[in-house]
Each structure stands twice: as C-alpha cells, then as structure tokens.
C-alpha cells in the first residue's frame, strides 16, 4: 500500500484518520477511524452518497464515535500518543482499496485505448 497512490482527497482522509487515532489516543489506526474522516465533511461525496442510499450520516458518525471510544487506549510515559500503527484490518482495507483502483484504472485505460483504436478507424 503506497499512499502517495491514492488521490488528493484519500490521502486527507487517511491524514485525518491518523489525527482521530492520535486524538482518541489509539495504538493503532483502524477502518473506524477512516470512516469517522469520511463522515466529517458534511458536504462531502462520502455523505452525499450515503444520504442518497438513505443512511442517516448523523446516527452513523455518532455509532462510530461510540465505538472508538471502546477502543483501547495507550499512552506513552510522557502522556503523549507514541507511533500510530496500521491494524490488521486498516492494511487489508487500504489494500483492498488499492487493488480497486487499480482495476478501475485498468478499465478505464482499456476503455480510453478503445476509443483511440475507433477514432483511428475513421
């Protein structure tokens, strides 16, 4: 997983994620923490489109909330939060999402080389 790899908007999302884990004084980073930044932009593409599929965004975020706050909580000697760390289940997610885009991306330049092959035709 290269998060230089993603876009502008995930790698912000990711960086957000980071300050929730470090905030919330988590050891680890988690899927949570993700979908908590993607909830945050009340006008983002993450709420609009769960908006659309008629998830209520509020009730969710505070689900999420609940839940971090289960989460373990380590602090180091001097009270701060030390390194923050992938869980096994963030690797596999960011990994996942790597492996889509890569698909998309595969489609979208097989489309692209479709349409140049048909332009050269006429």
């Known amino acids: 997983m290269m998060p230089q790899n993603f876009t ?3 790698q912000e999302a990711l960086q ?3 300050q929730l884990a470090q905030e919330h004084t988590h050891q680890a980073l988690n899927p949570l923490h ?16 769960f908006k659309k599929i008629g998830l209520n965004t509020t009730a ?3 689900q999420v909330q609940r839940e971090l706050h289960r989460l373990p909580k380590l602090t180091t000697p001097q009270g701060g939060v030390g390194q ?3 869980d096994q289940e963030m ?6 999402a790597a492996r889509e ?3 998309l991306k ?4 097989k489309n692209l080389k479709k349409k140049i092959r048909e332009y050269d035709k006429t």
């Open 8 to 10: 502008t908007r995930s």
């Open 16 to 18: 957000r994620a980071t």
């Open 34 to 49: 993700l979908l908590l930044a993607l909830l945050e932009p009340a006008d983002g593409v993450v709420v609009s489109v």
């Open 60 to 62: 969710l975020s505070e």
């Open 84 to 86: 923050i760390l992938l």
């Open 91 to 96: 690797a596999q997610t960011l990994n996942q």
């Open 101 to 103: 885009a890569e698909k």
């Open 106 to 109: 595969d489609e979208y330049m």
